[in-house]
Nanobody, 133 residues
Framework: QVKLVESGGGSVQAGGSLRLSCAAS????????MGWFRQAPGKEREGIAS????????YYADSVKDRFTISEDSLKNTVYLQINNLKPEDTAMYYC??????????????????????????WGQGTQVTVSS
C-alpha cells in the first residue's frame, strides 16, 4: 500500500525556515516524479515544486523558486522541501504527491514541470505551516 507521510510543519515567525519531509513507502519504483503542493485558506491548491527522484530535474513555481528547495534522500525514500525566509503568505497546508507508474515498473514518467494535479496519483495528508508576522 502506497503511503506518503508529511512532517516538519509548524508555527514560525516571518523570516524563519522550515524543512518539510515526505516519507514514501509501499512501492518499488526507483525513479518517479514527486511534488509539493500547498493550499492556503480560501484558495485553490497550487503546485510549488517537483523532483524526479534518482537524480533528475527539479521544477519550481515562479512564486517560490528563490526561497524553496526540493531535494531527496533516495536511501530513505524521502523528499524534502526546504523553505527559507518564510512569509505570512506561505501559510498553508503543504501536501506531498507522487506520480507512480503501474506496479512492476521501475521508472515512472518524468515531471512535466507544470504541476498538474491530475498527473499525481498518490497524496499525503498534509502538514500545516503557519507563519506569523
Amino acid at each position: 500500500q502506497v503511503k506518503l507521510v508529511e512532517s516538519g510543519g509548524g508555527s514560525v515567525q516571518a523570516g524563519g525556515s522550515l524543512r518539510l519531509s515526505c516519507a514514501a513507502s509501499g512501492y518499488t519504483t526507483v525513479s518517479n516524479c514527486m511534488g509539493w503542493f500547498r493550499q492556503a485558506p480560501g484558495k485553490e491548491r497550487e503546485g510549488i515544486a517537483s523532483i524526479y527522484t534518482g537524480g533528475g530535474m527539479t521544477y519550481y513555481a515562479d512564486s517560490v523558486k528563490d526561497r524553496f528547495t526540493i531535494s531527496e534522500d533516495s536511501l530513505k525514500n524521502t523528499v524534502y522541501l526546504q523553505i527559507n525566509n518564510l512569509k505570512p503568505e506561505d501559510t498553508a497546508m503543504y501536501y506531498c504527491a507522487a506520480e507512480l507508474p503501474p506496479p512492476g515498473l521501475l521508472k515512472g514518467a518524468t515531471c512535466s514541470g507544470g504541476f498538474n494535479e491530475r498527473e499525481f496519483n498518490y497524496w499525503g495528508q498534509g502538514t500545516q505551516v503557519t507563519v506569523s508576522s
